[in-house]
């Protein structure tokens, strides 16, 4: 290399700037090629928090540490590996799952960095998917939040062996008590928290941690071997007794090895542990400080020793072709089964990010997309560090991987052998909680706006677009306004669509409470063709959830059959656009029971017209009413904010269905108009300082109390 050519490498090290290319295609350049490790040696581990806890920190030290990149990082810089979106430069923090492949000691761990900030719990999602453990970092001076009571019940959903991390340890005013208490207090579930280490200092004054296993300590940034210090003997003695106590609850023979001899062996401890965990018995507490390195090297090794390899836990059980859920060993010797759980769109094209199940995959070959049901050919394979890919054969079962350019293949498929077909259950996201309506500004954004929306969608899972029949509006919805400002942005700076956002119409629709006939006959008679057609017509009540049903009642052909057809075609039109306040209707039968014909002038438009008014007429006479959309509501708040929340919800004409209060979370459960909730989220987060959170799903239509009606109806017209 010359040095010229070197200088260039640093600089756009140093920026990180380099294209895709730059690394895999330039043999020689970092480790542009990455060993193959056996599923053995392979962790994959997805770190979840609160926002701010130190994620992307903690990874940029590991890579750094472990040689992979020469000076390290800072958030606040923006120049980490792992966050490098542009949104995530613009808000220094993660907004999506920054993947790092990270060289340590005779292993590989694959690390999820995912975003702590609520809007983006689908990325969370989809790392929980398909890693093999959880690791819920805890801020040395805030504690346990929200967030973190979120991801820690994700990650025992999904059945993850859970490891803490008690983070930022330098920061000025952190106390280990304090954030004992705090994990004690709100992680309270049937799972004992156990110390697997013990901090030596707090704050600026945290110099190493002690390894409660092995009894000794790891000292500083290069987490050089001490003693311990004396005086910490006691507290040692006694912490390390309760580990080994919940070590051997692991297993039975170790409980009986325990009995016997009154301790347990190193390997002992971390097997007895592996089991707990498995068991969802413990969840072992560790301590650093990523900024300084303090205690990161030992939380490595801790990862590397302590959480499973891929295939170690089983009961995984992917579909067969039949639609079977079927036992299956994660191992090289297994059908294939690679799972995409993440799309990315840039300049070089499309990167899909894929978790090998079972079986390898292989460089340069084809499979069997089986949600496609098509081959589609697998080009160079890369293990990921941030947005660059380092070339390697094939990932062997359990290992994380991405591939350029896969064809139509999309986040939720699996690929496989075409003659043993699997299909991994897709990852599970929230309903959206927040909308807006958008509008393209000029006529060249509606060309591009459904090709643009789309392409986002296939990055982002919890981002919804649909065109709502009622309101004419098109709809954005996801998981927060930062969510969807963002998504708005995007539109903009990828794809140059530019649209403006309004708070979304709420999708009303009409009805009736009673039952009316009305008749409408439509005559046009005065020179040229006549039309004639008269309807005599009944409208009546029937569940709500049942849009229209229409029925005759004509006897001796009053109305011939054609022109029967075509008063229910009047009658449909009617429906689409009712006559209240143009609204959708719904819940109304419509029966003909009588009518004329014309000899000459009866015609099939004169009958729709006929049936479309008389629909009308006798709707407007029936009791109609407007059905509003209301939503099942879950808010999650701290319990001292409950009364706040209850008379909240009082306000927004709410149905409270059940309050409960776990630990010191309150769960309050409520059925709501959508029209009371299109703010909800922001003054939520703003009563329980951003404490709160709540999800919500489509229940049901109801009526419109009487005393909002007028209003609603004025502002349809004014609109129309
Ligand atoms: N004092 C101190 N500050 C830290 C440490 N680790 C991270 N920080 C700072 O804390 C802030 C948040 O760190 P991040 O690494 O972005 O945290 P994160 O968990 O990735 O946050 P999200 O991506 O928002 O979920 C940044 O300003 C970091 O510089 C640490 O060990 N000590
Ligand atoms: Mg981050």
């Not at 280990?176 to 280490?197: A, G, K, P, W, Y």
Request: proline share 4%.
């Amino acid at each position: 290399m010359t040095d010229g050519f070197r200088k260039l490498i640093a600089e756009a090290e140093n920026k990180r700037l380099q294209p895709l290319w730059f690394v895999t295609h330039q043999e020689g350049i970092r480790n542009s090629c990455m060993k193959v490790y056996p599923t053995s040696n392979i962790r994959n581990i997805a770190l979840v928090s609160h926002t701010g806890a130190g994620k992307t920190t903690f990874v940029e030290r590991m890579l750094y540490a472990t040689g992979a990149i020469t000076r390290m990082g800072s958030v606040n810089s923006g120049n980490t590996v792992t966050d490098f979106e542009p949104e995530e430069l613009d808000r220094q923090s993660s907004v999506s799952t920054g993947i790092a492949a990270i060289e340590f000691r005779d292993g590989k761990l694959n690390l999820f960095d995912t975003p702590g900030y609520m809007d983006f719990i689908g990325e969370v999602n989809a790392a929980l998917h398909v890693a093999d453990s959880a690791v819920v970092f805890i801020e040395g001076v805030s504690g346990v939040e929200v967030g973190t009571e979120i991801v820690y019940q994700e990650a025992k959903r999904n059945n993850m062996p859970t490891l803490l991390v008690v983070s930022k340890m330098d920061r000025d005013n952190t106390r280990v008590t304090r954030v004992l208490n705090s994990i004690s207090e709100h992680l309270l579930d049937e799972r004992r928290l156990i110390r697997l280490q013990i901090p030596i200092g707090e704050g600026p004054t945290f110099k190493g941690v002690i390894d409660l296993v092995n009894e000794v300590a790891f000292m500083g940034e290069s987490g050089e071997r001490a003693e311990i210090p004396e005086r910490f003997a006691e507290e040692v003695e006694e912490a390390r007794m309760e580990l080994i106590e919940a070590a051997a609850e692991g297993s039975d023979d170790l409980m009986e090895k325990y009995f016997e001899e009154d301790t347990l062996s190193a390997d002992d401890i971390i097997r007895g542990l592996q089991g707990a965990m498995e068991q969802n018995l413990v969840v072992p507490i560790t301590f650093c400080a990523a900024e300084s390195g303090v205690g990161t090297d030992l939380l490595a090794r801790t990862m590397q020793r302590l959480l499973p390899a891929p295939g170690t836990r089983g009961g995984f059980k992917p579909y067969d072709h039949t639609g079977e859920r079927v036992e299956y060993a994660i191992s090289n010797d297994t059908p294939l089964a690679a799972f995409v759980f993440k799309t990315r769109e840039d300049k070089y094209g499309k990167t899909s990010y894929v978790r090998v199940f079972g079986g390898v995959l292989e460089s340069d070959s084809r499979v069997w997309d089986v949600n496609l049901e098509q081959e589609v050919r697998v080009g160079q394979l890369g293990v990921v560090i941030g947005k660059d890919l380092h070339n390697v054969p094939k990932l062997n079962a359990g290992d994380i991987g991405a591939v350029v350019k896969l064809g139509d293949t999309a986040t939720n498929h699996t690929l496989t052998d075409r003659n043993h077909p699997l299909k991994v259950i897709a990852i599970r996201q929230p309903s959206p909680i927040f909308s807006y309506a958008i509008h393209p500004v000029t006529q060249a954004d509606v060309g591009k706006l459904s090709e643009a929306l789309s392409r986002l969608m296939e990055e982002d899972s919890t981002l919804t677009m649909r065109h709502d029949m009622a309101t004419h509006e098109t709809i954005l919805a996801g998981m927060g306004d930062v969510h969807l400002s963002m998504a708005v942005k995007k539109l903009q700076s990828k794809f140059g669509v530019n649209v403006e956002t309004t708070t979304p119409k709420i999708p009303y629709r009409e009805t009736i409470m009673g039952e009316s006939s009305a008749e409408h006959t439509h005559k046009k008679q005065s020179g040229g063709a006549g039309q004639y057609g008269r309807v005599m017509l009944r409208v009546e009540s029937i569940d709500d959830d049942d849009a229209f049903e229409f029925g005759s009642e004509v006897y001796g052909g009053a109305i011939s059959g054609p022109f029967i057809v075509a008063t229910e075609k009047g009658c449909l039109q009617a429906v689409e656009k009712g006559p209240i306040a143009g609204y959708p209707v719904t819940g109304v039968k419509a029966v003909v029971y009588d009518g004329k014909m014309h000899p000459v002038d009866s015609k099939e438009i004169a009958f729709q017209i006929a049936g479309r008014e008389s629909f009308r007429k006798a709707m407007l006479t029936a009791k109609p009413t407007l059905l509003e959309p209301l939503y099942h509501v879950t808010v999650t708040v701290p319990a001292e904010n409950m009364g706040d929340i209850m008379s909240d919800m009082n306000t927004r004409r709410a149905a409270v269905q059940g309050m409960e209060q776990i630990g010191t979370r309150a769960v309050i459960k409520a059925e709501v108009p959508l029209s009371e909730m299109q703010r909800y989220l922001v003054d939520l987060r703003s009563m329980t300082q951003g404490r709160g959170v709540y999800g919500m799903e489509f229940s049901r239509y109801g009526r419109v109390p009487n005393h909002m009606k007028d209003k609603i109806i004025n502002a349809a017209k004014a609109d129309a």
